[in-house]
């Protein structure tokens, strides 16, 4: 954990990078291939609608002990009362079995109602036959694509509000239509029923995905909205610093998220059976992971490539690109001239301990050959004549008085900060 932490750190600062916008033609043919596979499904197959959408007669034989064949046993006791008729058998849980079929007149529901109790070895009170007709499902159909197209008109009106760019709006519209495309796409391919509690799922992963593009457009707006001020970086480093920063979170809240309705579809697919608890967890589960998706690799890219025409990005652009290329001659400069700075530090430091020492041998050798005639000292050492006193500040002083550079050093910093005059205070001023 320490170790993500610190990916998500280096993330965040700007330390490490994952480049989502220039590889943003990549994630755009992923995705156009996950939508033709999409609709090649939707086309070619369709999908596997309840009978709450088509209509017919449901048996539940309950209480029964499941054998291994039960779909067999199903089966031949449908035919034995209708040969051919089409036949879906589920199991709900661990002793009800689930037989649909086309609408059956009231004697043929009897005669089958019979045939699956002799078929499982039941009597005939523990077989229940109802009849679902098709205008339930096709209501519910209406209302929800009414839902739907309501929804998105005000998203895309509010978030063309809070951003204040249409292109932002128009950008996390085309992340809910790829994510909804690739859900039902995959109910498609799959064959599995779309039922009323699908349905609800197809709609609650729209709010899920629209939060989290909502969260990754904030930060986006945030940063590009600093470059657009300091104008020092591009509108697509801008953008993909954001998608960066949020990253962490974006995989964190699917984890989480998803992680429970894993569970869920376990258990409903271990010990349920198929169910309105099955149906939602699944269409949760797939919604919920495209939608991650969605808000990282499609969302941001194409946004960026909607505004990388407008001409305040191509300013910025072009100042940017500017600003860089000073920044990297700079640093190129300041690397080629740093050995000379130390070639010239060193020669510094060495020359005026050589002219001290010099000077040094020099003096000795005069006071050596002079010492015959040198004046006469008194008794405090001092030269009668007063020769050898000197003032104390025409004294050469020894120790170099220049840095590694080269550069001299101020006479009051040269023995340290304690020698520095005082400053008088405010009452003898």
């Given at each position: 954990?320490?170790?993500?932490?610190?990916?998500?750190?280096?993330?965040?600062?700007?330390?490490?990078?994952?480049?989502?916008?220039?590889?943003?033609?990549?994630?755009?043919?992923?995705?156009?291939?996950?939508?033709?596979?999409?609709?090649?499904?939707?086309?070619?197959?369709?999908?596997?609608?309840?009978?709450?959408?088509?209509?017919?007669?449901?048996?539940?034989?309950?209480?029964?002990?499941?054998?291994?064949?039960?779909?067999?046993?199903?089966?031949?006791?449908?035919?034995?009362?209708?040969?051919?008729?089409?036949?879906?058998?589920?199991?709900?849980?661990?002793?009800?079995?689930?037989?649909?079929?086309?609408?059956?007149?009231?004697?043929?529901?009897?005669?089958?109602?019979?045939?699956?109790?002799?078929?499982?070895?039941?009597?005939?009170?523990?077989?229940?036959?109802?009849?679902?007709?098709?205008?339930?499902?096709?209501?519910?159909?209406?209302?929800?694509l009414k839902a739907l197209f309501v929804f998105l008109g005000l998203v895309m009106l509010v978030m063309a509000l809070y951003f204040r760019t249409w292109k932002m709006a128009l950008a996390a519209l085309v992340a809910l239509l790829h994510d909804m495309l690739f859900t039902v796409g995959i109910y498609a391919l799959t064959g599995v029923e779309v039922s009323p509690a699908t349905m609800i799922g197809f709609l609650t992963v729209l709010g899920y995905s629209l939060y989290d593009t909502v969260v990754v457009f904030d930060k986006v707006r945030e940063n590009t909205t600093e470059a657009f001020a300091n104008r020092r970086s591009t509108f697509a480093a801008a953008a993909n610093l954001a998608v960066n920063q949020t990253l962490v979170r974006s995989i964190n809240t699917t984890v989480?998220?998803?992680?429970?309705?894993?569970?869920?579809?376990?258990?409903?697919?271990?010990?349920?059976?198929?169910?309105?608890?099955?149906?939602?967890?699944?269409?949760?589960?797939?919604?919920?992971?495209?939608?991650?998706?969605?808000?990282?690799?499609?969302?941001?890219?194409?946004?960026?490539?909607?505004?990388?025409?407008?001409?305040?990005?191509?300013?910025?652009?072009?100042?940017?690109?500017?600003?860089?290329?000073?920044?990297?001659?700079?640093?190129?400069?300041?690397?080629?001239?740093?050995?000379?700075?130390?070639?010239?530090?060193?020669?510094?430091?060495?020359?005026?301990?050589?002219?001290?020492?010099?000077?040094?041998?020099?003096?000795?050798?005069?006071?050596?050959?002079?010492?015959?005639?040198?004046?006469?000292?008194?008794?405090?050492?001092?030269?009668?004549?007063?020769?050898?006193?000197?003032?104390?500040?025409?004294?050469?002083?020894?120790?170099?008085?220049?840095?590694?550079?080269?550069?001299?050093?101020?006479?009051?910093?040269?023995?340290?900060?304690?020698?520095?005059?005082?400053?008088?205070?405010?009452?003898?001023?």
């Amino acid at each position: 954990m320490s170790k993500f932490a610190q990916f998500g750190n280096d993330l965040y600062t700007g330390k490490r990078s994952i480049d989502f916008i220039g590889r943003r033609r990549t994630w755009y043919l992923i995705s156009a291939i996950g939508m033709v596979l999409a609709l090649a499904g939707l086309g070619l197959r369709g999908l596997n609608l309840g009978i709450e959408f088509t209509g017919g007669s449901e048996f539940r034989v309950s209480q029964v002990a499941i054998a291994s064949d039960y779909e067999q046993q199903a089966q031949e006791a449908v035919h034995s009362v209708r040969p051919g008729q089409g036949v879906g058998v589920t199991k709900l849980g661990s002793d009800t079995v689930r037989v649909q079929t086309d609408k059956l007149d009231d004697a043929q529901s009897n005669a089958v109602r019979d045939a699956l109790a002799r078929s499982f070895g039941t009597s005939s009170d523990k077989v229940s036959a109802n009849f679902i007709g098709p205008s339930w499902g096709e209501s519910v159909s209406k209302q929800a694509l009414k839902a739907l197209f309501v929804f998105l008109g005000l998203v895309m009106l509010v978030m063309a509000l809070y951003f204040r760019t249409w292109k932002m709006a128009l950008a996390a519209l085309v992340a809910l239509l790829h994510d909804m495309l690739f859900t039902v796409g995959i109910y498609a391919l799959t064959g599995v029923e779309v039922s009323p509690a699908t349905m609800i799922g197809f709609l609650t992963v729209l709010g899920y995905s629209l939060y989290d593009t909502v969260v990754v457009f904030d930060k986006v707006r945030e940063n590009t909205t600093e470059a657009f001020a300091n104008r020092r970086s591009t509108f697509a480093a801008a953008a993909n610093l954001a998608v960066n920063q949020t990253l962490v979170r974006s995989i964190n809240t699917t984890v989480v998220a998803l992680l429970p309705i894993a569970a869920v579809l376990v258990v409903a697919f271990l010990k349920l059976g198929p169910g309105t608890l099955l149906d939602l967890a699944l269409a949760l589960f797939i919604g919920m992971a495209v939608g991650a998706y969605s808000s990282i690799f499609i969302a941001t890219p194409f946004l960026v490539s909607m505004r990388s025409k407008d001409q305040a990005v191509l300013d910025l652009d072009k100042h940017a690109a500017r600003v860089q290329a000073r920044t990297t001659r700079g640093t190129d400069s300041r690397r080629e001239a740093a050995p000379a700075r130390k070639a010239a530090g060193a020669a510094g430091a060495t020359a005026p301990a050589t002219q001290t020492s010099a000077a040094r041998t020099s003096a000795a050798k005069t006071t050596a050959a002079s010492g015959a005639t040198a004046p006469a000292a008194g008794a405090n050492g001092i030269p009668a004549d007063g020769t050898g006193i000197t003032d104390s500040q025409d004294a050469p002083v020894d120790a170099p008085t220049g840095t590694l550079s080269g550069r001299q050093v101020h006479k009051y910093a040269q023995s340290g900060p304690r020698n520095q005059p005082r400053r008088q205070p405010k009452s003898k001023r």
